[in-house]
């Protein structure tokens, strides 16, 4: 967990003291070389990592996700990723494939923004094994959460 703050005016020197002053067991801090910025971040250990196979098809994930935010009233960004094979042929007649693209097992990628902490989006992203989340970011003055991430679809 991080944070950055950049100097409108005055110094950065305070951080230094709040630092000293209330030690936090995890919590350390960096100002960069311009002395115009800081930023702190907090060791939350380890995150449980829970792995299942892919089970559900795109078109199913697609259909799923859109369903549920269409009736939650809630914009959300889907785009389906595959993996691109060229076929080529070689001066003896053989097909030779090679990728195309840096995707290699097909998948539904999300995002979407809410006022919601994860907590309360964990019911709904533990129905989808093989989910994976890529980024989640907090804006304080907004209070908005940015979710993205990507569900595997099994290889047949």
Do not use: C
């Not at 230094?16 to 250990?45: P, V």
């Not at 795109?58 to 549920?68: D, K, P, R, S």
């Not at 007649?93 to 995707?103: A, H, I, P, W």
């Amino acid at each position: 967990l991080s944070a950055s703050w950049s100097m409108q005016w005055g110094n950065l020197g305070w951080i230094k003291r709040a630092f000293e002053e209330y030690s936090i067991r995890g919590l350390d801090f960096l100002i960069d070389q311009s002395g115009q910025t800081a930023i702190a971040s907090l060791g939350i250990g380890d995150v449980a990592v829970q792995s299942s196979a892919p089970k559900m098809m795109i078109h199913e994930l697609q259909e799923e996700f859109t369903n549920f935010f269409q009736a939650i009233n809630q914009p959300v960004r889907l785009q389906i990723n595959r993996p691109e094979i060229k076929q080529e042929v070689d001066a003896m007649g053989l097909k030779m494939e090679t990728k195309k693209k840096e995707v290699l097992f097909p998948s539904l990628r999300f995002s979407f923004s809410s006022d919601l902490p994860i907590e309360n989006w964990m019911a709904f992203f533990n129905k989808f094994s093989a989910l994976e989340i890529l980024n989640l970011e907090y804006d304080p003055d907004k209070n908005i959460w940015t979710y993205e991430g990507q569900i595997y679809e099994p290889v047949i």
